[in-house]
Nanobody
Framework: QVQLVESGGGLVRPGGSLRLSCVAS????????MSWHRQVPGKEREGVAS????????YYADSVKGRFAISRDSAKTTVYLQMNNLKSEDTGVYYC?????????????????WGQGTQVTISS
């Protein structure tokens, strides 16, 4: 059974940091690209960052470039999203996703597996 379990969300002041984690199970982690997406009520889900299988090439949406960093640990079958200098517009539910499709320098691939999400709220 495939599972993606996110954790690490919470309430942070603007300018603060959070690190999200997503533990994957039930599929071959090393052959899957992984990604983070976010959604706020009333808006479409937005791709935030992806990391390819193999060499782990990262890709970032312009809105988070220079502030967020995605990484993966194959031994722990976990993907991380380090979020720094957080802004109010980063608020949302953050979802982890995975796909066997080759995702190098893009998030425009069909993401097969999804987690349940973790809430991130940036507020003073």
């Amino acid at each position: 059974q495939v599972q993606l379990v996110e954790s690490g969300g919470g309430l942070v002041r603007p300018g603060g940091s959070l690190r999200l984690s997503c533990v994957a199970s039930g599929f071959t982690f090393s052959t899957h690209a992984m990604s983070w997406h976010r959604q706020v009520p009333g808006k479409e889900r937005e791709g935030v960052a992806s990391i390819s299988q193999g060499n782990g090439f990262p890709y970032y949406a312009d809105s988070v470039k220079g502030r967020f960093a995605i990484s993966r640990d194959s031994a722990k079958t976990t993907v991380y999203l380090q979020m720094n200098n957080l802004k109010s517009e980063d608020t949302g539910v953050y979802y982890c996703a995975g796909t066997e499709a080759i995702a190098i320098g893009t998030m425009g691939v069909p993401w097969t597996y999804w987690g349940q999400g973790t809430q991130v709220t940036i507020s003073s």
